[in-house]
Structure formats: C-alpha cells, structure tokens
C-alpha cells in the first residue's frame, strides 16, 4: 500500500541526483570491491568481502527507496502554487516569535527534504501543521518541548 510523497521540485532533484549517483558510483564500486575480495580465496573468513556484501545490501536498498519515493512523489512546484497568501505545503513563511520578537523564515517541504540548517520543515511538524492554512498576521500556537510558543506569520511566499 503506497500513498503519495508531497516534494518539492527541488527536493525531487535531489533525491533523483542521489539516486544516479547510488547506481553510477556506489553500485559499481561495491561490485568491484566484492570481485577484488573474491580473488583473496576462502569466502568464509573474509572480512573484506562480507564488508563489501553488506555495503552492496545498504546501497540495494537505498536504491530500491529512491526509485519507491520518486515513483510515489507528488512533485509541488512552490512558484506554480495560488494559495491566496495561505500556508501551504511548499510556501516560504516569515514569522516572528512573539515573545522573543525574533523573525525566522521557513519553507514547509517533504519529509525527505527537511533540513532546519537551510529554513526547511517537515509538513509533518508540529510548526508546520499549526502554520497550514494560517495566514499574514494570524498567530499560529506550537506545542514545543518547552511549552505552547506563538509565532505571528508576517508573510507567506510561493518561490
């Protein structure tokens, strides 16, 4: 039972470059490795060669998940979006938190993509589900480790 991933576009790319690379770079290397391990004799106390076996078994199943995530993705190109200013999966937010007056700007992406070094959360965080569907100048409450905290959305961008 497979449901549809949410990606951006760029996450898409990603995801596709990492997947090119598994099978152009990683896959060929590990089956050399194997080879190279094979002509050093007795399989069975071969360190280097189970070493390769379960690196082949991690970059197997690495592929099998991208070609799984790419083939279920529902690709969202945020720039293409007409939400009317609303929060939606794909949109910039700036946001100030309301008692610290400090402004960040996220982007709601996949699950895949989240990466809060780069302003990017996950649709299924707890910012982002109290952020859908708000818009400029409502407050959005978030249930965080420390307690409720209160961000005012002061834009939404589609870029």
């Known amino acids: ?3 549809t991933i949410p990606l951006t576009v760029t996450g898409a790319g990603k995801l596709r470059a990492e997947l090119h690379e598994m099978k152009t770079v990683h896959r060929p290397a590990v089956i050399a490795a194997i ?8 399989l069975s106390e071969n360190a280097e060669y189970e070493a390769a076996k379960e690196r082949q078994g991690f970059i197997e199943g690495r592929i099998a998940e991208l070609e799984s995530k790419l083939s279920n993705a529902q ?13 939606v999966f794909g949109a910039t937010i700036d946001l100030e938190d309301v008692e610290s007056a400090t402004t960040v700007t996220y982007q709601i992406v996949g699950d895949d993509e989240a990466d809060i070094k780069e302003g990017k959360i996950s649709i299924s ?4 589900r109290a952020l859908i569907g708000k818009y400029p100048g409502d407050v959005a409450e978030v ?17």
């Open 125 to 128: 965080s707890p910012i982002s």
């Open 35 to 42: 080879a190279e391990a094979r002509s050093h004799g007795d």
């Open 1 to 3: 039972m497979s449901t």
């Open 143 to 159: 249930m965080a480790p420390g307690g409720v905290r209160e961000y005012e959305i002061l834009d939404v961008r589609y870029i």
């Open 75 to 87: 690709i969202i190109d945020p720039t293409m979006l007409d939400a009317d200013g609303a929060c």
